[in-house]
């Protein structure tokens, strides 16, 4: 059974005793913050009261999606558990004490633990963050679960467990001056420490992962530290950056790097116990100390057992053995296989690291010499290893690295480790030099590895795709520019924390307007967006970011500026404001950036729709009700709505872009390209006709645009009118599909609705019954017959009908002025006119004739017909004698004719009036039908 306490927004300055529970063996108690991380935080002044959140004999606790911090400088203490504690867990939450001299204490009674606990049975801490401490976990007990969580600043030891029985510590990163793991462990449980990072370049560590052991274990189970990156920095003392006194261990496929100087300090070190011990695949470099260091004190000395692994030092003496008679140091591996009679298919070559940090091997000598090892089949990034030519280390890399060397263009191939630029099945990694590197055109690659310090800049216009995994805790930054190009980045899998600027720029056409509808791709903190330079403000009223609310059916300004901005979910944004309802006119263009982590972008995401009116604000309003919901594009790139799926009748979008609405119906691809193609960012409102209809977007549909975005080539029975002029230069749109299957009334499947603006835009419309249309799809019957067009102006002016149509266009285009009598065609030139600040609903009628060349109902390949004269004119016709019947649309016959034989030509005059718009010519021995359309 379950219990759980919800903890709403915001900080709470409270220390907090949790006590004996009744019926705390039948349920589970969690405590959540929902995903918006509120705030615990306190000053302890005493030894006594060492703790933020204390637990005292309750078991089966859960804590998630909460921040716990410690304000205090002398008692740093944050989680304090108790007596023995029963089935506890953290997840995702965040661990901060205060980062200064104070926070090395050894006493037990002020020392900075953010986490105590002296005897946990089944402790689960997952997705944390621990920052600012002596210790971040300092915990004993059985069953210890610590799995992908994140240690910086910790001044002692980032893992601490004191007496542990059947451990996993998997997946962490640990950061900062310590950089130690330890562990002391006991029992007869295999333990398992895996794919861990610990990177100190810093400091001084004393030990980067140390365990030793009070019982041996089982040799049936072994336990395991494999696909481990250890990167330190040792300036004194006599420590090991892996100090393992365990027996029946595997030390597999670690990567250790040791600088500092310090030629006292050991890189791998396995000391006391050797009984079951197996090293492979291990690649060790130690810059001025001792590579490996062997404890054997039995008599005679058995050494552990180690080969295949690779070594490098620039010490005089880069191999030690402890033995019951002393210790003796050897110059070079030859020496110590000798003396060992281990690593006889080991090697001493230096392996070129990308990174002294990120443990890449450039080296090609030193690469594809693994041995395969069944158990051991993916790397620390979790990528599956080859079955042959594996290499040495936690890395399964085959790539090149960025140098940098000439530039930062990242398409010179002198930037390059093997000089090409990287093509699309390549893998690539980029670490901090002197040159960042700056994308400018569509690059694609296989993987892409960014080092922590380094960073990537993709340019207005240009893009990466990564098309398996993206590695990085770096920072990438995609820029735009004055027209409106982004740079953008597909990505697939995600490993790390990756720091993305994401930039856009916002144009306003009215300065008085300046409303966006506008999402994020990444999950965002209000506050963080509220300080990103655009004067946005939240959390009160006339506040200038605005969420839909689906299910109330009105605006709601957020009320906390800590809660988060989801992705998939779109605002309106008043960009530039500096006071409530004040802009700052000439502040636009302007850009606006969003910075978070980027994350995995390989599933559908699907956002669960509600059912309410259409918003009205500010700037736009509409009549139609029901069904409005306001979405945003969550990726960091172009987002192609073509065939896109739409719940329910609807199949058109409608996008805001900052003067009016752009629609775009995805399923007969028609209408406008600002809104079928959206941006990084881009908001739009769909409709739906029921409730718990769900939206879902699917990453394959992501593109990177290299230049700007327009429609893509449209079929040939597709056209628009737009409408231009004014002192504004304002233009709008109307768009007509010629479909078989759709009729004259609103059908919501083809048609899309117009949704006029309260502002003063122009405004062009299809009329249909009571319904104003800005996609309005037809049969080519319904054309000929003609529609009328709505339009209004802003102001008295002299404004222009233009044509919009592909190249072939097979009809002739009339646009009748029912107010000044005037029937224009189109297709031959613009029309213009003056209209007086005013709405007309019935000033145009537009309709379609046939070009000289006659349409087929059915398919006709070797006859063709041209109109001339009011007569029909067949060309290419078989020479046998054939009879010809003409109907009208009702399939009345009104005429009549036979060819005789050995022509190829037959004219045909049938008695009709302009009341007919097309006639159907059955050629009966050809058991065909033509649908002849007249002039």
Not at 37 to 53: C, E, G, K
Request: glycine share 8%.
């Amino acid at each position: 059974m379950r219990c759980t306490f919800q903890i709403g927004k915001g900080s709470y300055n409270e220390q907090v005793e949790l006590g004996t529970v009744e019926g705390m063996d039948v349920y589970t108690i969690t405590f959540d913050g929902l995903g918006s991380s509120p705030t615990l935080q306190y000053n302890p002044n005493h030894a006594d009261s060492n703790y933020v959140f204390k637990v005292n004999n309750t078991d089966n606790l859960k804590f998630k999606d909460i921040r716990f911090k410690n304000t205090g400088a002398t008692y740093g203490g944050i989680f304090l558990l108790e007596v023995r504690t029963e089935n506890f867990s953290l997840d995702n939450c965040e661990l901060e004490g205060v980062a200064n001299a104070a926070n090395t204490p050894v006493a037990a009674a002020n020392r900075h633990i953010l986490f105590s606990c002296n005897d946990c049975d089944s402790l689960l801490i997952e997705n944390c963050e621990f920052s600012a401490g002596a210790d971040g976990i300092n915990t004993g007990g059985t069953v210890l679960y610590i799995r992908n969580n994140e240690f910086s600043e910790n001044t002692r030891t980032a893992i601490d467990l004191t007496s542990a029985d059947g451990i996993e510590v998997t997946e962490n990163l640990i950061l900062g001056s310590s950089g130690t793991f330890s562990a002391v462990l006991f029992g007869d449980h295999p333990f398992q420490i895996n794919r861990n990072q610990i990177i100190n370049s810093t400091g001084n560590c004393n030990y980067g992962i140390r365990t030793f052991s009070f019982d041996a274990g089982l040799a049936a189970s072994p336990s395991q530290i494999w696909n481990n990156e250890i990167s330190v920095q040792s300036t004194s003392g006599s420590g090991g950056a892996m100090a393992v006194a365990v027996d029946n261990v595997q030390v597999y496929h670690n990567s250790i790097n040791v600088s500092g100087n310090n030629s006292a300090y050991t890189a791998l070190d396995n000391y006391f116990m050797t009984n079951g011990w197996v090293a492979r695949n291990n690649l060790i470099v130690n810059n001025n100390g001792y590579c490996l260091s062997l404890s054997s004190f039995n008599s005679p000395a058995v050494f552990p057992d180690n080969d295949y692994n690779i070594y490098y030092s620039s010490a005089a003496n880069p191999f030690k053995v402890d033995v019951s008679a002393g210790s003796t140091s050897y110059a070079n591996l030859a020496a110590f296989q000798g003396a060992t009679s281990v690593d006889a298919n080991s090697l001493f070559i230096d392996p070129q690291f990308a990174d002294d940090q990120q443990l890449l091997v450039m080296n090609a000598a030193a690469k594809d010499g693994a041995t395969l090892l069944a158990d051991l089949n993916n790397d620390i990034l979790n990528r599956a290893r080859p079955n042959v030519n594996r290499d040495h280390g936690c890395y399964e890399f085959d790539g090149k690295g960025w140098l940098g060397a000439i530039d930062d263009d990242w398409n010179n191939p002198g930037n390059w480790s093997d000089n090409a630029v990287p093509n699309a099945s390549a893998k690539v990694f980029v670490s901090p030099r002197v040159n960042n590197p700056r994308i400018n055109a569509a690059v694609e690659v296989e993987e892409f590895m960014m080092h922590r310090n380094a960073n990537l800049t993709i340019l207005p216009g240009a893009g990466l795709k990564v098309n398996t995994l993206l590695s990085s805790s770096g920072t990438i930054v995609l820029q735009t520019d004055a027209t409106g190009k982004y740079g953008q980045l597909i990505q697939s899998s995600v490993q790390g924390k990756p720091t993305l600027t994401q930039m856009a720029l916002l144009e306003a056409p009215d300065p008085s307007v300046r409303w966006f509808h506008l999402g994020v791709p990444m999950r965002t903190k209000i506050a963080d967006l509220a300080n990103s330079g655009t004067h946005i403000v939240a959390g009160r009223a006339g506040a200038s970011i605005y969420a839909w609310d689906a299910t109330a059916g009105n605006w709601v300004t957020p009320s906390d500026t800590g809660a988060y901005i989801e992705p998939g979910q779109g605002y309106a944004i008043a960009a530039g404001e500096n006071a409530s309802g004040k802009f700052l006119v000439n502040a636009f263009p302007g850009i606006i950036s969003y910075q978070g982590e980027l994350a995995s972008a390989t599933a559908l995401k699907t956002e669960s729709l509600g059912y309410t009116n259409v918003p009205g604000f500010n700037s736009y309003v509409s009549a139609i009700t029901d069904g409005w919901n306001l979405l945003a594009n969550p990726y960091h790139a172009v987002y192609d709505m073509k065939d896109q799926t739409l719940p329910g009748s609807y199949k058109t979008i409608y996008v805001w872009n900052g003067s009016s609405y752009k629609q775009y119906n995805a399923q007969l691809d028609v209408g406008d390209s600002q809104a079928r193609f959206l941006a990084p960012m881009q908001g739009f409102f769909i409709r739906t006709d029921s409730q718990s209809q769900s939206f879902s977007f699917d990453p394959a549909k992501r593109m990177v645009s290299t230049g700007s975005l327009s429609l893509k080539t449209q079929s040939l029975a597709t056209f628009s009118l737009q409408v231009s002029g004014g002192s504004q230069a304002q233009k709008d749109n109307c768009y007509f599909v010629i479909h078989p299957q759709a009729g004259a009334q609103f059908e919501e499947a083809y048609d899309a609705v117009k949704l006029k603006n309260a502002t003063d835009h122009l405004n062009l419309y299809s009329l249909t019954n009571s319904e104003n249309l800005a996609i309005n799809s037809l049969n080519i019957k319904d054309l000929m017959q003609g529609v009328g067009l709505g339009f209004s102006a802003p102001e008295d002016s002299v404004f222009s009908i233009s044509l919009q149509v592909n190249s072939g266009f097979p009809y002739q285009v009339f646009l009748r002025d029912e107010m000044l009598n005037i029937d224009h065609r189109l297709d031959r030139q613009d029309y213009p006119f003056s209209h007086l600040e005013s709405n007309i609903e019935g000033r145009f009628f537009l309709y379609l004739r046939a070009n000289e060349m006659g349409q087929a109902e059915m398919g006709m390949n070797e006859i063709f017909w041209t109109l001339k004269d009011g007569s029909v004119l067949f060309a290419n016709l078989p020479e046998e004698a054939l009879t010809f019947r003409v109907m009208n649309v009702q399939g009345q016959e009104i005429y009549y004719s036979e060819k005789e034989g050995g022509t190829s030509e037959h004219s045909l005059s049938p008695q009709t009036s302009n009341s007919y718009d097309f006639l159907i010519v059955k050629i009966e021995e050809l058991g065909r039908s033509f649908k002849v359309i007249l002039n």
